[in-house]
C-alpha cells in the first residue's frame, strides 16, 4: 500500500478515534430513567436534565412531588402532569434538573417512608447530576402540596424555597381512614395548627398557588397557611385563581416569573 495512502488513513482513523471520544462524552439530557432502592424496596423515578447540562458545574434542583392520580411502580406517570408537563411545553424556561419520585398506588406522601423515599432520590440526584445544596428547591401540587407542607415543615432550612400548589395540611377523615398511620401526627383544622408548621417552616421562602373553586382542598387551607406565614413573619407570596377548580397547576407552573423568582432564592 503506497505510504501516502497508509498517511491518510491513519491520519482518518485518529480523527474517527477523537470523534467517538467526543460523542461518548456527550451527556444524555431530558427525562432519564432512574431506580432507587430502599429498605428491600426499588423505586423508579425520573430526573430531568436541561439541554445545556454539564458536570462543570452545579445546577439548581428541584424536588417535584406529583398527585394522588399518578401513583404507580411505572417510574413514568408522574412526568405527565404538573412540573414535568410545564418542562415538555418549554424546555428552555426550566434551566435546573428535575428529580420526580412517584409514589407507590397504596402510599399517600406524607407518609415517613415516603418522605424518606423522596428525599433520597433527591440526594442520589445531587450527587449524580451536579445538584448545588444552596439551590435545591421543594414543589408538589394536591398530594404533593400536602407533602411540600409537611416535608418542609419536617426539615426547616434545607430548601431554598417552596412551591405548594393545591395543598394543605390538615388531613380529612375519609384519607385518615384509609392511612391511619397519618392520625398520629395529623393537624386539627385550627389557628394553633396553621402557627405551629409556619413557625416551623421559619423564613424559607414560600409560593403558594389554589384556585378559588377547587373543591377537592378547599382553597381555605392556603388562605390560612398564607396568614400564618405572614403572622410568622415569614416571606410568603399568595395567588389564588378565581373560579378555577382543583387543577390550579396548569396556570402555577407555566407563570412567567415561577423560575425566575424561584432561582433567585438561595441558602446561606
Known amino acids: 500500500m503506497p505510504s501516502r495512502v497508509l498517511v491518510g488513513l491513519s491520519v482518518f482513523m485518529v480523527w474517527l478515534a477523537l470523534a467517538s471520544g467526543s460523542f461518548a462524552r456527550t451527556p444524555q439530557t431530558g427525562f432519564l430513567d432512574r431506580t432507587l432502592s430502599l429498605h428491600g424496596t426499588n423505586y423508579r423515578y425520573q430526573v430531568y436534565l436541561p439541554d445545556n447540562w ?23 406517570l408522574q412526568t405527565d402532569v404538573g412540573l414535568p408537563h410545564a418542562i415538555r411545553l ?27 423515599m423522596a428525599l433520597a432520590t433527591l440526594t442520589a ?21 400536602f407533602g411540600t407542607w409537611d416535608i418542609a415543615s419536617r426539615y426547616p432550612g434545607k430548601f431554598a424555597a417552596i412551591v405548594p400548589v393545591c395543598g394543605a395540611i390538615v388531613l380529612d377523615a375519609d384519607l385518615l381512614k384509609r392511612f391511619p398511620d397519618l392520625a398520629r401526627d395529623a393537624y386539627p383544622d385550627e389557628p394553633s395548627s396553621y ?22 382542598v378547599p382553597v381555605e387551607n392556603s388562605r390560612k397557611m398564607n396568614e400564618a406565614l405572614k403572622a410568622a413573619g415569614g416571606d410568603v407570596k399568595y395567588t ?29
Open 54 to 76: 454539564t458536570r462543570n458545574q452545579k445546577w439548581p434542583i428541584i424536588l417535584f412531588l406529583h398527585g394522588y392520580g399518578e401513583r404507580g411502580s411505572d417510574g413514568l
Open 90 to 116: 418549554n424546555r428552555s424556561h426550566f434551566p435546573a434538573v428535575v428529580v420526580i419520585p412517584q409514589c407507590p398506588m397504596d402510599r399517600w406522601w406524607t407518609q415517613q417512608q415516603m418522605e424518606e
Open 125 to 145: 440526584a445531587t450527587k449524580d447530576f451536579k445538584g448545588d445544596p444552596k439551590h435545591t428547591y421543594l414543589t408538589g401540587l394536591s398530594m404533593g402540596g
Open 195 to 216: 402557627a405551629t408548621v409556619a413557625k416551623k417552616i421559619g423564613k424559607t421562602p414560600v409560593w403558594i398557588f389554589h384556585g378559588g373553586a377547587d373543591d377537592t
Open 240 to 268: 389564588e385563581y378565581p373560579g378555577v377548580g382543583h387543577n390550579s397547576w396548569d396556570k402555577a407552573y407555566t407563570e412567567p416569573d415561577f423560575m425566575p423568582w424561584l432561582l433567585s432564592k438561595s441558602l446561606p
